[in-house]
């Protein structure tokens, strides 16, 4: 039996977004398929801690730097989030837990997918005990300090000078690497084109999860309200602004339901941007209810999303998505085939996107009716799990 000690920045209940759900579904599945797991990830308490959930050990490791970036105040100070990032460049002090549960645990394999807080000092302890290492790109973390290469409201043309300074040993830190898995071929041509990850194998594997159809019986018809749905964190650059600002300017028999939550003042300024009893917060709710509710998804980010579950989820429930073409969206929407893709920098192709659906039910009806099998792919766990074992049995 393989044992596989996997590390991750934080673990359930610890949610910060899709990637935690994916890692648990990773877990959790390869454990049922025979494997021997162990997890090493982040906490709030002051050293290490073993914890269990679902049969999965899991260690948590109190974090050594300024705060812990689940949910801390300090984590919106300016200055203690810098000191927290030139921390993070090479935190020495975590490197003491990865070989405390390597001693204990003498694993086969390390895993490792976000490493926010134990930083590429985890590398070298694990090279150090001569194991092998697939990392997990789900996001920009390796180019920028903030995973999303988007700052002063607007997307990174390019790496910043910054960036470059608190990714400096990262690039060569990169080529120990044994496997670099990206959920999408973006976020793999990212670390390409700054030339991250050299001689290392790369492979994508899509996220798959999965969903069960919601036979939804009253198709838009085009004589009820129309239910316009955005979900996920509410932040500048998930575009949330510039559909509430396309929103009211539409005409149209239409709401906007909004689900997901952010920092209290900027709520507050969304609710005043909104002005229109047609557009209503609903706060954390169930995706799965969320989408029994609306009838077009929309995904206006800004920023260059790598691979959100949201838009294939939606089309798993055969709901039509409006998405941004940044980022791996397009490796998830097809343009006129299950939703719309638009421009960022023309914010007017959104409000004409929702235009364009609203005014023409068939066409609403033919991107519905084309959504879930346009996604299927992602849809099928065995499919992703297979994709892992391939490479775990190979080193």
Known sequence: MKKILFINTLYSPYIGGGAEIMFQQQVEELQARGYEVCILTTGKNKNLIIESLNGIKIYRAGIKNFYWHYGDDKSNNKIMKLLWHLRDIYNVQMKKYIQTVINVENPDLTICHNLAGFSISAWDVIKKNDLKIVQVLHDMYFLCANSTMFQNDHKCEKQCLKCKLLRYIHKKKSQQVDILVGVSHFVINKMNYYNYFNSVNKKVIYNAQDIKYYNNEKIWDGKEVFKIGFIGSLTKSK?????????????????????????????????????????????????????????????????????????????????????????????????????????????????????????????????????????????????????????????
């Open 239 to 395: 575009g949330i602004e510039w559909l509430i600002s396309q929103f009211n300017k539409l005409n149209i028999n239409a709401t906007l339901l909004i689900a997901g939550k952010g920092e209290i003042d900027y709520e507050k300024f969304l609710i005043k941007l909104s002005n229109n009893n047609k557009i209503k917060f609903l706060g954390y709710v169930n995706s799965s209810d969320f989408y029994k509710k609306v009838d077009l998804i929309c995904i206006p980010s800004i920023c260059e999303d790598n691979f959100p579950g949201v838009a294939y989820e939606a089309s798993a429930n055969n709901i039509p998505v409006i998405a941004s073409n940044t980022g791996g969206m397009a490796e998830i929407i097809s343009d006129q085939v299950n939703g719309i893709l638009i421009d960022p920098n023309d914010e007017n192709t959104l409000g004409n996107s929702i235009l364009k659906i609203y005014n023409n039910v068939d066409f609403y009806k033919k991107l519905a009716s084309q959504s879930r099998k346009q996604v299927e792919n992602l849809l099928n766990i065995d499919r992703m799990l297979n994709e892992y074992e391939i490479i775990i049995n190979n080193l």
